[in-house]
């Protein structure tokens, strides 16, 4: 089963920019599915948890419109680390931020639909200032 451990919150003023990291171990697979795709959600209290950005097995990536130019997804060589780079942040991007993966697959394409995610992580805390 994978497991996946968030780093990077924290808090930061108005306009700022954060790195958040997530570790990603005990990948399995078959012969033919060996593909994980990746994603990053967000949640605040009495809200449901919204899709961020996510990336395909083919590296294809999607993002939402609220964070599209501002918040870049990516992983490492290995795959084994998931990033997203959130520049220019808004109060409104305060939330826990959570990494999920799915899979294995022989392909996947990226996602935002919460409910397509086999495995999360405990999460981080962003908090953005006005």
């Known amino acids: 089963q994978v497991q996946l451990v968030e780093s990077g919150g924290g808090s930061v003023q108005s306009g700022g920019s954060l790195r958040l990291s997530c570790a990603a171990s005990?990948?399995?697979?078959?012969?033919?599915?060996?593909?994980?795709?990746m994603g990053w959600f967000r949640q605040t209290p009495g809200k449901e948890r919204e899709g961020v950005a996510s990336i395909g097995s083919d590296g294809t990536v999607r993002y939402a419109e609220s964070v599209k130019a501002r918040f870049t997804i990516s992983q490492g060589d290995a795959k084994n680390t998931l990033y997203l780079q959130m520049n220019s942040l808004k109060p409104e991007d305060t939330a826990m931020y959570y990494c999920?993966?799915?899979?294995?697959?022989?392909?996947?394409?990226?996602?935002?639909?919460?409910?397509?995610?086999?495995?999360w992580g405990q999460g981080t805390q962003v908090t953005v200032s006005a």
């Open positions: 005990g990948y399995a697979g078959t012969t033919r599915n060996t593909e994980y795709c």
């Open positions: 999920a993966a799915r899979g294995p697959y022989s392909s996947c394409v990226a996602s935002l639909n919460e409910i397509m995610y086999n495995a």
